[in-house]
């Protein structure tokens, strides 16, 4: 089993849609989670990062990070075309150098 | 500034021989990470580096892959001795801190080695 399971998809919404990735981590000492945005033949972008339990918002983009349950969230309002991509989730242990990704999902939004 | 710069983007290489890819890290970056993605997987961890020292090397998969930053700049990631199963997207990052918590990773857009 590994440490970050994410379900690859692919999904599908249409434009304008409320979008919801989510993750699950098997590994209690993960302190710092990531979400990442990859296009298509790039590298990843960072794009949200939280230490702990709780919630971050940037813009449309919102995080969330529950450890009771192990589980982690990015969800994205007003979707657009450009945010078709493949969103990574990745964890990190503290004082710890390495991330450790999920598999990816792969999200296309339709005009 | 530029970002990360990896090279060659593309490599074609016959199973058997040896290749050695590079990268570029954003100037003044201390912290330097090699992943490995294969195709609709994730990154997978390879190595670190904090300034010229290898301070991880955990993920390699085998003897046959080293990876050295001898100038704390430039790294340059080696295979040997090529197999099919290491056809692969190689992914550069680097970070500027070291050690500390949210220095987040600058990915570069990766060489994707093809072994045949």
């Known amino acids: 089993q590994k440490e970050v399971e994410q379900d690859p998809g692919p999904l599908s919404v249409p434009e304008g849609a409320i979008v919801s990735l989510n993750c699950t981590y098997s590994n209690s000492a993960f302190q710092y989670f990531m979400w990442y945005r990859q296009y298509s033949r790039k590298g990843p972008e960072l794009l949200m990062y939280t230490y702990s339990s709780g919630n971050k918002e940037d813009g449309r983009f919102t995080a969330q990070v529950d450890k009771s349950s192990k589980y982690i969230s990015l969800f994205i309002r007003d979707s657009q075309p450009s945010d078709s991509a493949t969103y990574l989730c990745?964890?990190?242990?503290?004082?710890?150098?390495?991330?450790?990704f999920g598999q990816g999902t792969r999200l296309t939004i339709n005009p | 500034g530029a970002g990360v710069s990896q090279s060659p983007r593309y490599k074609v290489a016959k199973r058997g021989q040896d290749v050695a890819l590079r990268c570029d890290p954003i100037?003044?970056?201390?912290?330097l990470f090699w992943y490995q993605q294969a195709l609709g997987q994730g990154p997978e961890f390879l190595t670190y580096f904090q300034n010229e020292a290898q301070l991880d090397k955990s993920g390699l998969p085998s003897d046959r892959f080293f990876a050295e930053r001898p100038e704390g700049s430039v790294s340059t990631l080696k295979i040997q001795r090529t197999q099919q199963e290491d056809s692969a997207v190689y992914l550069c990052a680097s970070s500027l801190a070291m050690g500390t918590g949210n220095s987040p990773l600058h990915f570069g857009n990766g060489t994707r080695l093809t072994v045949t």
């Open positions: 990745a964890s990190r242990i503290r004082g710890a150098q390495k991330l450790v």
């Open positions: 100037s003044g970056h201390v912290s």
